[in-house]
């Protein structure tokens, strides 16, 4: 194994550790022994962690983190970003140094992670950082562009589209929004009024959600709408099928909707983050971070998250 001189002279790291599944004021920075590469692994000094609500929904009860095999005491956060420092046996392609990102489930809110240099799934992967993006910014990218690139993936949108974006200001809004732009459609994205210049300056025509969003978009787009991913819930979904939207061309990704399809972005396809990440190096898509906290502040940070009015992403500087 390969290691740099950069390893605390304890052995020990910063962890954000859960001893009960709750809520923010569960949350609790600890000091506990670093993992270690093992074969076919990479350590990561993390830099920063980029937070998803997948981290207090699979945190906040015992059910919830068995379905995603937590148990106590856990971890909290999955995106990260950082600096390669120890290299296992048999790994090719990372070397000591090495700037990357990717994800590492309920575990990425420390000073180390391991992943499998070959993991292929948001809980247990890494990418290089090409220059041009910067570590918070990497540390935003993993679950929601593969989720974003995944329910676009679901309607294919092009330049001849309308697509109608439920939920657009938020964690993956941000890239949905930007992504469908780069495929050449016209986006119309929900969001409260507090969300309106956010979603301009991303790229999309700004409408409220709520009571009366059919006809809001109908004023909009007189020609109707062609395709619909709703983020957020089902309200998108209906109001797309209520201005003639073919369930063929509506993806939701935080509800079940019969008829309609479920994207998730574990089936995101192969090399989108690299993609994603060399659109945001060659300045072609940007990633808004609302807040960044240090890990001190870790409550506040999953609070604000939780809270659900997030416009863009909320990173840990560690
Ligand atoms: N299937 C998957 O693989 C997958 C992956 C990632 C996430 N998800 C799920 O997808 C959802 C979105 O994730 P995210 O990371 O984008 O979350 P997020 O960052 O927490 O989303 C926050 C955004 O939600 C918007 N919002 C709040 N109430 C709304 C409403 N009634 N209608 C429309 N938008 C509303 C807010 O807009 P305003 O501030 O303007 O109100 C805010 O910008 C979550 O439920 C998450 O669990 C699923």
Redesign the pocket.
Known sequence: MQAQSKQPPTGGMRAVQLHSFGGPEVLNVCEIPAPEAGPGQIRVRVTAAGL???DW?MTADADAAARFGLTLPAGFGTDYAGVVDQVGDGVTGFAPGDRVFGGALSRAVADFVVVDSAGGTAANEVHHTPDGVDDRTAATLT??G??AS?ALAAVNPGPDDTLLV????????VFAVQLARVSGARVIG???A??AD?LRALGAEPVV??HGLADRVRALAPNGITAAID???M??VHVARELGVPDSRICT??AQVDGVA?????NAAPGVLEEIACLVAAGHLRVPVAARFPIEQIRSAAAL??G??????VVIDL
Do not use: C, D, F, W
Not at 166 to 173: I, T
Not at 262 to 266: K, V
Not at 308 to 313: A, I, L, T
């Open positions: 998803n609500p997948m929904i679950i929601a593969r989720t995944a439920g939920g657009a200001s938020g964690g993956v809004g929900t969001g409260s507090a969300s956010h959600y709520g983020l957020h819930g309200e998108t990704i935080a479920a994207a998730n972005g574990a998250q939780a659900r009015h997030v416009q863009g992403k």
